[in-house]
Nanobody, 122 residues
Framework: EVHLVESGGGLVQPGGSLRLSCAAS????????MAWVRQAPGKELEWIST????????SYADSVKGRFTTSRDNAKNTLYLQLNNLKTEDTAMYFC???????????????RGQGTQVTVSS
């Protein structure tokens, strides 16, 4: 059974930074791409980033490009998201997602954890 547990969220001022983690279990982590998505109150899920199974290729939404960095440690079965220069519009629940393949989610965000809340406010 796929089990994903996000952590590292919190309250931060605009311009601040956070590092989110996602501990994965129940599957062979190194065989699958992973992604981050977020959902702000009253809004749809928004794709943030995808990292291929070996970490060689990463992609980002325009809204976070240059500010957020996705990485993974396959030895530790852990996915990370470094959030820098945070803005109030980054406030959302952040979820990690297990992709169905080694390369892409294909838009399938169904296999995700419970999320960690990020609130950006002064």
């Amino acid at each position: 059974e796929v089990h994903l547990v996000e952590s590292g969220g919190g309250l931060v001022q605009p311009g601040g930074s956070l590092r989110l983690s996602c501990a994965a279990s129940g599957f062979t982590f190194s065989d699958y791409a992973m992604a981050w998505v977020r959902q702000a109150p009253g809004k749809e899920l928004e794709w943030i980033s995808t990292i291929e199974n070996n970490g060689a290729v990463r992609s980002y939404a325009d809204s976070v490009k240059g500010r957020f960095t996705t990485s993974r440690d396959n030895a530790k079965n852990t996915l990370y998201l470094q959030l820098n220069n945070l803005k109030t519009e980054d406030t959302a629940m952040y979820f990690c997602v297990k992709a169905p393949t080694a390369k892409s989610t294909g838009g399938d965000f169904s296999r995700r954890g419970q999320g960690t809340q990020v609130t950006v406010s002064s």
